[in-house]
């Protein structure tokens, strides 16, 4: 008996069957994809902790020599996870807060930002170690919210754990000319140079300001017309460093 095409039996059917067809590609797409796409995810940090302690273009890398770069100037070996008090965690926090296996370069903070179920006392702070000229650097990353959406980055302290070395900053969608700028390397020159500590090795809030006010010993020019991404670094860089003057503190007296 010939099949009525025209039926509604037979447009559902041929729906059903198109979806799962279409599904099952897709999800084999995505499996087959996925090494790819994490791979992608690891060369893309690495350049961005890279681009934090150096001008990446002038020394020529890019994402296709990344791998190689990295294994010079970082030693994966020394990074360490601190908790949000600045001790080191033998491993990382997990959802629930029980410390698992990993290290400091598995740690997602992104993920761990987002992720409004995990307890802010059980969050993961990477910490790379990097030589630079025989120097060595601590590179932080921050991850924050600017006007439209996700931003992030990395911070360089010199040797003496305090001052700003270099720094890269990223984001998902701020606007062209205004808030995007915070990723030209003229927002990131007013950064370096700047300390995390007081005299006192107390941590010093930063001021991200567009008028010439606010401390003088904290504050960085904001990019003019992105006041609300500028108040996001800020905000970013403050929450996201506290943590790790009390590990430099007690680093110095060792």
């Avoid at 650097?137 to 302290?157: F, R, S």
Wanted: with cysteine; net charge negative; charged share 30%.
């Amino acid at each position: 008996m010939a099949k009525n095409k025209d039926s509604n039996g037979y447009t559902f059917g041929f729906a059903i069957v198109l979806v799962i067809v279409v599904g099952s590609i897709l999800a084999l797409l995505a499996m087959g994809l996925k090494p790819m796409q994490e791979k992608n995810e690891e060369v893309k940090k690495k350049l961005d902790i890279l681009s934090a302690m150096m001008d990446a273009d002038e020394k020529g890398i890019t994402r296709k020599n990344a791998d190689s770069e990295f294994e010079k100037y970082v030693d994966l070996d020394k990074a360490v996870v601190l908790s949000n008090k600045g001790d080191v965690i033998d491993g990382i926090y997990a959802l629930d807060g029980k410390v698992i296996e990993g290290r400091a370069f598995d740690v997602d903070i992104r993920k761990e930002y987002k992720d409004k179920k995990r307890d802010k006392n059980h969050r993961n702070f990477p910490l790379f170690i990097g030589d630079l000229n025989g120097e060595t650097v601590y590179i932080i990353p921050v991850i924050g919210t600017g006007l439209w959406g996700p931003i992030w980055g990395n911070i360089c302290l010199d040797s003496d754990m305090n001052t700003i070395k270099g720094a890269s900053f990223g984001h998902q969608g701020e606007t062209p000319g205004l808030g995007a700028e915070i990723k030209q390397q003229f927002f990131i020159d007013r950064w370096i140079g700047e300390k995390i500590s007081d005299n006192n090795g107390m941590f010093k809030p930063f001021q991200v300001v567009k008028d010439g006010s606010g401390i003088d010993e904290s504050k960085v020019d904001g990019i003019t017309g992105g006041t609300i991404t500028s108040k996001g670094v800020e905000e970013m860089a403050n929450r996201c460093l506290e943590g790790y003057v009390s590990y430099f503190n007690n680093l110095k007296k060792n």
